[in-house]
């Protein structure tokens, strides 16, 4: 590919960065490169924007209009969370189509999506609205927030030694994506058969981590969402931080599903580059990570430690068994990968070969 997008979706946001540089942000303000922006003021506002299109992020097939209405919301206020902040309020851009399929499911988006401001305690204050042709429905949300004492908390705070804490599990979205999409065959016994519903529900309906960013806002230097994958995810917050980093691959805290449906190396690479997991990564001084953990467990957010922040020239890696392994830039990017997140062309595929269904119990 060519073009302003052959070399991935970080290197056109920075070509914009570099741009758009010299018009801003205002003074005390941040501008392209984290989750969120920040406009300076009293209080502060972060201002984050997520756009999802249909058969590029989502498959009505896969999700129903519910699903989507919570997701598309769900992958904002995870941004919010990223900067150690609470939402604040919501603006819907959205893209629908005519036809009697479509106007039966519009009802449906926006029951769900009441509901869930609801139970977010977000308002909806306003947005735009505009027809579409079939098959291009598009969804995007603007959310502002306002950040927890401590806050905001940035990726480029990290320092050489702090350490490396996720919260939640990871790789359950990916799975569930696979089973749903037919690379995976559901398991028969029935305890498998929970945790592979449950992978489904994960994909389907994730819960951005608000209750962790408190904590996150008092003890986190640096903090990222990660909703591309750690893959991807990670690097970016290293490099924002001027930093290498270290993840031990038997800390990470794997989803149940793809640890009891998958061989550990595959369920290791779903993990680090299925994507779609809204947890947050962040990284914290030694001194402060008792402190973090305790507040984390208070709120009912798990987490774990799994690696630290490096010297720049240390670069990134895995440590397997004790031994170092080249740290692989697996993820999802919609330039390069063309297809929705999950299991996407970067590592994965070697889980389930195409063509070859595997037996989620075998």
Same mark, same amino acid.
């Given at each position: 590919m060519t073009g302003p997008f052959a070399h991935g979706e970080d290197a056109f946001l920075e070509r914009l960065r570099r741009r758009f540089a010299v018009l801003g942000p205002p003074r005390g303000g941040l501008g392209i490169g984290d989750d969120a922006a920040l406009l300076p003021g009293r209080p502060p506002r972060v201002v984050t924007t997520d756009l999802l299109v249909e058969g590029q992020h989502f498959r009505f097939d896969l999700l129903d209009p519910a699903d989507l209405a919570v997701r598309a919301l769900e992958a904002n206020l995870s941004d919010v969370a990223a900067m150690g902040a609470r939402p604040e309020a919501v603006f819907l851009g959205?893209?629908?189509?005519?036809?009697?399929?479509?106007?039966?499911?519009?009802?449906?988006?926006? /029951?769900? !999506?009441?509901?869930?401001? =609801? +139970? &977010? %305690?977000?308002? *909806?204050? $306003? #947005?735009?609205?505009?027809?579409?042709?079939?098959?291009?429905?598009?969804?995007?949300?603007?959310?502002?927030?306002?950040?927890?004492?401590?806050?905001?908390?940035l990726r480029s705070g990290g320092r050489p030694g702090d350490v490396l804490v996720v919260t939640g599990t990871l790789g359950g979205s990916a799975l569930g994506l696979a089973l749903l999409e037919g690379r995976l065959r559901p398991p028969r016994e029935t305890a498998l058969k929970r945790l592979a519903a449950a992978a489904v529900a994960r994909y389907r309906r994730p819960e951005a981590r608000l209750a962790a960013a408190p904590a996150m806002a008092g003890a986190a230097r640096a903090l990222i969402d990660l909703s591309d994958g750690m893959g991807l995810d990670l690097p970016r917050l290293a490099r924002a931080s001027g930093c290498g980093f270290e993840v031990?691959?038997?800390?990470?805290?794997?989803?149940?599903?793809? /640890?009891? !449906?998958?061989?550990?190396? =595959? +369920? &290791? %690479?779903?993990? *680090?580059? $299925? #994507?779609?997991?809204?947890?947050?990564?962040?990284?914290?001084?030694?001194?402060?990570?008792?402190?973090?953990?305790?507040?984390?467990?208070?709120?009912?957010?798990?987490?774990?430690?799994?690696?630290?922040?490096?010297?720049?020239?240390?670069?990134?890696?895995?440590?397997?068994?004790?031994?170092?392994?080249?740290?692989?830039?697996?993820?999802?990017?919609?330039?390069?990968?063309?297809?929705?997140?999950?299991?996407?062309?970067t590592a994965p595929p070697s889980v389930f070969p195409r063509g070859r269904g595997r037996t989620a119990a075998g």
């Open positions: 959205l893209g629908w189509p005519r036809g009697a399929t479509s106007e039966r499911r519009l009802p449906r988006f926006l /029951a769900a !999506l009441f509901e869930a401001c =609801a +139970a &977010r %305690r977000v308002p *909806l204050l $306003g #947005g735009d609205t505009v027809r579409v042709p079939q098959g291009a429905t598009t969804v995007a949300f603007t959310v502002t927030g306002i950040p927890h004492r401590g806050g905001p908390v031990v691959a038997e800390r990470l805290p794997i989803d149940p599903a793809p /640890a009891r !449906l998958l061989r550990p190396a =595959a +369920a &290791r %690479r779903l993990a *680090l580059g $299925g #994507g779609e997991d809204f947890e947050l990564l962040a990284a914290v001084p030694p001194a402060r990570l008792a402190g973090l953990l305790r507040r984390l467990a208070a709120a009912d957010v798990p987490a774990a430690p799994i690696g630290r922040l490096l010297p720049a020239r240390a670069g990134g890696r895995l440590l397997v068994g004790g031994a170092g392994k080249r740290w692989i830039a697996a993820g999802w990017d919609p330039f390069r990968t063309g297809r929705a997140p999950g299991l996407d062309a």
